[in-house]
Nanobody, 122 residues
Framework: VQLQASGGGLVQAGGSLRLSCAASGNIDSNDYMGWYRQAPGKQRVLIAFITNGDTTIYAPSVKGRFTISRDHAKNTVDLQMNNLKPEDAAVYYC?????????????????WGQGTLVTVSS
């Protein structure tokens, strides 16, 4: 499975960005898709994921501001980010894998996009 992310950039605090990610290759339609982010000097953290049934889960830090969605026909996952804050600045990574890789905290997905940089100016 290959993942290609796009849509990062520079935005002012309070602004919006939309990230997109396209999956290709040997895709399992039952897989979950999600977004992690890694800020400078910090660990990579899961901020949102979406199940094969389109149930969405968010980290408290982004809930109410970010919306994850997927297009099953196109094998894409998007992350709409609104009311961005300086603390949202990070490299964002899309991911895809079996459900347990998202539901079990000790596990991480096997498939990753290349990362896209989001910069938020205050």
């Amino acid at each position: 499975v290959q993942l290609q992310a796009s849509g990062g950039g520079l935005v002012q605090a309070g602004g919006s960005l939309r990230l997109s990610c396209a999956a290709s290759g040997n895709i399992d339609s039952n897989d979950y898709m999600g977004w992690y982010r890694q800020a400078p000097g910090k660990q990579r953290v899961l901020i949102a994921f979406i199940t094969n049934g389109d149930t969405t889960i968010y980290a408290p830090s982004v809930k109410g501001r970010f919306t994850i969605s997927r297009d099953h026909a196109k094998n894409t996952v998007d992350l709409q980010m609104n009311n961005l804050k300086p603390e949202d600045a990070a490299v964002y990574y899309c991911t895809m894998d079996h459900a347990k890789k998202f539901l079990v905290p000790e596990l991480v997905p096997d498939y990753w996009g290349q990362g896209t940089l989001v910069t938020v100016s205050s």
